[in-house]
């Protein structure tokens, strides 16, 4: 629902249940099986708007106790990682579940999410997140230290948010199909040029680098300019695909040269 000061309330409607703000109560019952896109009152005469949430305000609102993967990330990645309906994918770790959420979201109603995760107590808070959100049966999740291997095998896509990515790449090509997607996300530069590294010992080709940046602007006729406030800097993104041992070196492409030089 949004307020008329724009803010946005998540609710699960339940028959009977109430839902309190600021601006007054709204009954379930007055939403429950009639159309969105309407109008409604709380008792205190406030107007609401109910619709139904997308999935970028599923994620963002997913309970957090470390920082999550923003969706313009995760709407790059499913795409680079070619999520869909049907696919089995890993994810290690789990944190409080964001991207678990988009790719469960995005692999119903036949594929399979397999989420990995060392800290018990995160992997708890992403069940209960999931579980709100009712995508919790489309993942498995597991408490367990990648370094002894993934349990899966032959997956179509495999993504890596751990603090170290490059000592895991032996485990990550041993789960992955031929001509699967690998993925991973980290904070700074040095980690990109550690996973850059790992990668060059393994059969990867097709690898990629990015930065998402993504600038808001106010929507008013009459004034319209960037945001005042910028999320910036959220991380970098690294993908890859897997190919039979031998090949990566037959494809591989010389740097490209500093056009600066020589001039």
Not at 54 to 63: A, C, E, P, Q, R
Not at 115 to 133: D, I, K, P
Not at 171 to 179: D, N, S, V
Request: proline share 6%; glycine share 10%.
């Amino acid at each position: 629902m949004l307020s008329p000061d724009d803010k946005r309330f998540i609710i699960r409607l339940v028959p009977g249940a109430e839902f309190h703000t600021h601006r007054g109560r709204i009954r379930h019952d007055d939403i429950l099986g009639l159309p969105l896109g309407r109008k409604i009152m709380s008792h205190l005469g406030q107007p609401f708007v109910v619709l139904q949430p997308s999935t970028h305000d599923l994620i963002m609102n997913v309970g957090r106790s470390t920082t999550i993967m923003y969706p313009k990330e995760i709407g790059y990645a499913l795409l680079k990682l070619g999520v869909g309906p049907g696919k089995r994918v890993i994810e290690a770790g789990t944190g409080s579940g964001a991207l678990t959420a988009a790719l469960a979201y995005y692999v119903r109603p036949d594929g399979r999410v397999y989420s990995y995760e060392v800290r018990e107590e995160m992997q708890r808070l992403a069940v209960r997140n999931l579980t709100r959100l009712g995508l919790a049966e489309f993942v498995e999740f597991k408490v367990q230290d990648i370094s002894a291997g993934f349990e899966e095998r032959e997956v179509d896509a495999l993504f890596l948010d751990v603090r170290e990515p490059w000592l895991y790449l032996a485990q990550a090509y041993a789960a992955l199909k031929g001509g699967g997607f690998f993925g991973a996300l980290v904070p700074t530069t040095n980690q990109i040029v550690g996973l850059l590294k790992g990668l060059a010992e393994y059969p990867f080709v097709d690898v990629e680098v990015a930065e998402i940046i993504l600038r808001f602007y106010k929507p008013i006729p009459e004034r319209v300019r960037p945001m005042d406030r910028l999320t910036a800097h959220t991380g970098y993104l690294l993908f890859a695909r897997k190919v039979q041992p031998g090949l990566a070196g037959q494809l591989g492409v010389a740097p490209e040269e500093d056009s600066s030089q020589g001039k």
